[in-house]
């Protein structure tokens, strides 16, 4: 089981290129960090789960939500988040 954290502001607490297993050039990695939401790339993978684990009210601009992320399939969940960066780079051409 992967088991990872993360929050609203930060982000997940894992990189997606981490994640992913992929090897890309730095132009590619722009290109998905500029166009992409890393968050949101890892919510659209099926075998990964989010968890809300609490939220912080700090007063205005200073809230935050914290999450785990789990996959009870490691390789499958990498495989998919593999497969889901490289069809938004085949769209880019």
Do not use: H
Request: hydrophobic share 35%.
């Amino acid at each position: 089981m992967l088991v990872f954290r993360g929050s609203l502001v930060d982000g997940p607490g894992e990189s997606i290129e981490k994640l992913s297993g992929l090897s890309l050039t730095d132009d590619q990695w722009e290109f998905i960090y500029d166009n992409f939401n890393a968050r949101e790339l890892l919510l659209e993978c099926g075998s990964l789960v989010e968890i809300e684990e609490g939220e912080f009210e700090g007063g205005p601009g200073q809230s935050d939500t914290y999450y785990r992320y789990e996959a009870d399939d490691p390789e499958e969940f990498k495989r998919e988040l593999a497969a889901l960066i490289l069809e938004k780079l085949e769209q880019q051409l």
